[in-house]
């Protein structure tokens, strides 16, 4: 089982809808949360970080779930520009220190 | 403009010719980071710098080395390419350990 999982899609949804990805995380340890976006093989592009409390960001809104060791994204009103895979990662402690990991991706493709 | 930086972009090589990508960031990070990125299994640590002369190895650091002689570079160096080394390559960097990472443009390497 991977660490951080995420449903890879992709997810084809109309311009103006809203849409929501998901990602589970393993280790309990886990202290830090982000959502990245990558454009086709570009570099990754910090989207948001994610906050125990949930936060928001124009269109964009970030929850954690500690419980059920998940953090979501929801992007309302969908664009055609927000078309990219979208990266879940995890900041957990390794070895006296911290590592970073990264989800596979999930693909969004908004239509028009 | 703060940024981090990969040279080369693109690359063709051959097996077994030393190769090395340059990685560099003005941004004053401490943390530096190489990773890998391949289809279906997302974005893996070769090798990571906590700081100036301190390194150590991520994941998949086999046929792989680095060096940090000062803050502001981390070369990656393939010593003896092998075709299984063929990957879309990232640099980032961060403020520290837990921070959020800036990535380079990525440099595609190609081994023949």
């Known amino acids: 089982r991977k660490e951080v999982e995420q449903d890879p899609g992709p997810f084809n949804v109309p311009e103006g809808a809203t849409v929501a990805f998901n990602c589970t995380y393993s280790n309990s340890a886990s202290q830090s949360f982000f959502w990245y976006r990558q454009d086709c093989r570009k570099e990754p592009k910090l989207l948001m970080s994610v906050y125990s409390s949930g936060n928001e960001d124009g269109r964009f809104t970030a929850q954690l779930n500690r419980a059920s060791q998940y953090i979501s994204l929801l992007i309302r009103d969908s664009k055609l520009s927000d078309s990219a895979t979208y990266l879940c990662?995890?900041?957990?402690?390794?070895?006296?220190?911290?590592?970073?990991?990264f989800g596979t991706g999930t693909r969004l493709k908004v239509l028009a | 403009e703060a940024q981090v930086t990969q040279n080369p972009r693109y690359l063709i090589t051959v097996t077994g010719k030393k190769l090395t990508v340059t990685c560099s960031q003005n941004m004053n990070h401490e943390y530096m980071s190489w990773y890998r990125q391949d289809p279906g299994l997302g974005l893996r640590q070769i090798y990571y710098s906590m700081n100036v002369e301190v390194t150590d190895k991520g994941d998949v650091p086999e046929g792989y080395k680095v060096s940090r002689k000062e803050k502001r570079n981390f070369p990656l160096i393939l010593e003896s390419p092998s075709p299984n080394q063929t990957s879309l390559y990232f640099c980032?960097?961060?403020?520290?350990?837990?921070?959020?990472?800036?990535f380079g443009p990525g440099t595609r390497l190609l081994v023949l």
């Open positions: 980032a960097s961060s403020f520290g350990i837990q921070e959020t990472q800036y």
């Open positions: 990662v995890v900041n957990r402690p390794r070895a006296g220190t911290y590592k970073y990991i």
